[in-house]
């Protein structure tokens, strides 16, 4: 982390107004915080009038004692009348009493419910006052008053029930709560926070600009525009996507837009040209947040942050990896926010099968790759190399071969890259050779194997990358090679296989884990063709 990131949300108050909502779903329910505070309150206010009775109780024995308080006299109503109103009293408060402390308890069985749910979803939460996780999404309408076109949309899109993720992101997000959360790939992390904010927004305004998602690169920020329409569909919301032509040119005083997404520099250029305000915007999603944590994106992604200046805006960050320092640096800013973890942080999806497999040398990887394409290719194939002259290399190589390959990196223009990431989506495409441009976010249905050309060069990277299969509870498969270089840091690897029920042989267990600075060796050149 950067020094600069000290200042990365600064200034921003927990409003504790937001609560409201979910205090709402109490009503009339004894689990309740509120009600617990009401609880509180009135058995204090009861234990006080229990004093005051044993104070009066004490008076009168005192007075009885000394003769001075006569017994009820018949005829005289005044003495008998108050003996019954406080017996009546006394009854009340009895009752409420009885009532309160039953309410007390059923609060802490909610709790103990709770506790037990989560535990069965791999739902592990840190803050205080967390709200109940979901049980259906039928319990949005009950809850939140969500929109039943949110919910129709939900059964389109063939969503039965919430994911572990949405279960409990969903609830605090809200409930007004900021959140920093992290689950697994595919595990549907942008329906958890693209849900609450088509809830809270309500309807389109013109109020300008009220939501901001941003996304590391174009590629996942046009994906998270589609999902957000997706959801949002047969309701009239200003769903825009940031692209090159409205950072430049858009005038967002005359456009309206309710939800941006967009990737940080994109924005930062548009808020620059003084044409974007931003301080209306009541929900900021990091999506990818360590990616957006990282030098080279922080300044961008500050500079955004300190343009959203409204005091009670939401913040909230997402990915499926959370480095111990992003998450410092986001509980002290973020103070009342509530952590979601599902699952062990930092570890991949179980529904991938992974594989090392020992290549030798740079050149033992073509042929292991021919080799693997040979026996078993069972497209779509995703295959990762280090860097865009490293795809290119590949690309080359394999353009010529029958199992139709296609690249994508950042040298190429924004339409072929959209066209790559469109035909491997429509199967026309069998092999896509890529960057990590593509690593991070990018949901490709039904991508069978990953393959890591060239080991990643960390292991948040390697999560991400073999993400892009196994996703939403299908299974996959994925496949790294290594050379002597990698072997180094192979334990690194290793343990992510480990910690998602996978088996790694035991001479890598047993190696010392490398304290990993980005491993991205110089590699030697993809080619088949003999050097002239
Ligand atoms: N409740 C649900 N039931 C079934 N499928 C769902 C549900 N929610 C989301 N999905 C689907 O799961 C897939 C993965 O979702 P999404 O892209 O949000 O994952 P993610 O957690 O953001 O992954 P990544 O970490 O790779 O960004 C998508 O195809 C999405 O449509």
């Known amino acids: 982390m950067e020094?600069?990131?000290?200042?990365?949300?600064?200034?921003?108050?927990?409003?504790?107004?937001?609560?409201?909502?979910?205090?709402?779903?109490?009503?009339?329910?004894?689990?309740?915080?509120?009600?617990?505070?009401?609880?509180?309150?009135?058995?204090?206010?009861?234990?006080?009038?229990?004093?005051?009775?044993?104070?009066?109780?004490?008076?009168?024995?005192?007075?009885?004692?000394?003769?001075?308080?006569?017994?009820?006299?018949?005829?005289?109503?005044?003495?008998?009348?108050?003996?019954?109103?406080?017996?009546?009293?006394?009854?009340?408060?009895?009752?409420?009493?009885?009532?309160?402390?039953?309410?007390?308890?059923?609060?802490?069985?909610?709790?103990?419910r709770d506790a037990l749910f989560r535990k069965l979803h791999g739902i592990h939460v840190s803050g205080s006052n967390v709200p109940s996780p979901l049980h259906s999404f039928a319990e949005l309408r009950s809850r939140y008053k969500c929109r039943l076109y949110l919910l129709r949309n939900l059964a389109e899109l063939g969503f039965k029930e919430p994911t572990p993720i949405q279960r409990q992101a969903i609830p605090v997000l809200l409930s007004g709560r900021e959140c920093f959360a992290c689950a697994p790939t595919g595990s549907g992390k942008t329906f958890a926070f693209v849900f609450p904010i088509l809830v809270k927004l309500k309807d389109t305004s013109n109020d300008g600009v009220r939501a901001v998602i941003l996304s590391p690169t174009k590629e996942l920020a046009a994906q998270t525009t589609r999902e957000c329409r997706k959801l949002a569909k047969g309701k009239k919301f200003y769903i825009r996507l940031m692209t090159k032509k409205l950072a430049k040119s858009g005038d967002f005083s005359k456009l309206r837009c309710d939800i941006l997404i967009s990737t940080p520099l994109r924005l930062q250029f548009a808020i620059r040209k003084g044409k974007l305000d931003l301080s209306r915007v009541e929900f900021l999603v990091l999506d990818e947040s360590d990616k957006l944590f990282e030098p080279g994106l922080l300044e961008q992604v500050d500079f955004v942050v300190n343009a959203c200046t409204n005091p009670s805006i939401l913040r909230s960050l997402f990915s499926a990896t959370l480095p111990d320092i992003v998450?410092?640096?986001?509980?002290?800013?973020?103070?009342?926010?509530?952590?979601?973890?599902?699952?062990?942080?930092?570890?991949?999806?179980?529904?991938?099968?992974?594989?090392?497999?020992?290549?030798?040398?740079?050149?033992?990887?073509?042929?292991?790759?021919?080799?693997?394409?040979?026996?078993?290719?069972?497209?779509?194939?995703?295959?990762?190399?280090?860097?865009?002259?490293?795809?290119?290399?590949?690309?080359?190589?394999?353009?010529?071969?029958?199992?139709?390959?296609?690249?994508?990196?950042?040298?190429?223009?924004?339409?072929?890259?959209?066209?790559?990431?469109?035909?491997?989506?429509?199967?026309?495409?069998?092999?896509?050779?890529?960057?990590?441009?593509?690593?991070?976010?990018?949901?490709?249905?039904?991508?069978?194997?990953?393959?890591?050309?060239?080991?990643?060069?960390?292991?948040?990277?390697?999560?991400?990358?073999?993400?892009?299969?196994?996703?939403?509870?299908?299974?996959?498969?994925?496949?790294?090679?290594?050379?002597?270089?990698?072997?180094?840091?192979?334990?690194?690897?290793?343990?992510?296989?480990?910690?998602?029920?996978?088996?790694?042989?035991?001479?890598?267990?047993?190696?010392?884990?490398?304290?990993?600075?980005?491993h991205r060796p110089q590699r030697e050149t993809i080619s088949t063709q003999p050097d002239i």
């Open 3 to 112: 020094k600069d990131a000290s200042f990365l949300f600064g200034g921003i108050t927990f409003n504790r107004k937001k609560f409201a909502t979910d205090f709402d779903r109490f009503k009339g329910h004894k689990t309740s915080d509120n009600s617990l505070e009401k609880l509180e309150l009135v058995e204090n206010e009861k234990s006080e009038m229990e004093d005051a009775t044993n104070t009066c109780v004490g008076k009168k024995r005192k007075r009885k004692e000394k003769g001075t308080v006569p017994d009820s006299v018949d005829g005289f109503s005044v003495f008998k009348n108050s003996k019954l109103k406080k017996e009546a009293a006394s009854e009340e408060n009895d009752q409420s009493a009885n009532e309160l402390l039953e309410g007390k308890k059923e609060y802490h069985r909610q709790l103990e």
């Open 327 to 518: 998450e410092d640096r986001a509980r002290t800013i973020m103070h009342d926010a509530v952590r979601v973890i599902i699952g062990r942080k930092n570890s991949a999806s179980e529904t991938i099968k992974q594989k090392l497999v020992f290549v030798g040398s740079e050149e033992g990887k073509l042929l292991a790759l021919r080799q693997s394409f040979a026996e078993s290719l069972n497209p779509p194939v995703l295959v990762f190399v280090q860097n865009k002259e490293r795809a290119k290399e590949l690309y080359d190589e394999l353009k010529l071969e029958d199992f139709r390959a296609d690249v994508i990196h950042s040298d190429l223009s924004q339409t072929q890259r959209e066209n790559a990431v469109d035909n491997f989506r429509a199967g026309k495409t069998w092999v896509l050779i890529a960057t990590d441009v593509v690593s991070r976010g990018m949901d490709f249905k039904g991508v069978n194997c990953v393959l890591n050309y060239d080991f990643p060069d960390a292991a948040a990277a390697y999560i991400h990358r073999i993400g892009r299969t196994g996703r939403a509870g299908r299974r996959g498969e994925a496949i790294t090679f290594y050379t002597e270089a990698d072997i180094p840091f192979l334990r690194n690897i290793a343990n992510v296989i480990t910690s998602s029920g996978g088996e790694v042989p035991e001479w890598i267990m047993s190696m010392t884990k490398k304290k990993w600075k980005k």
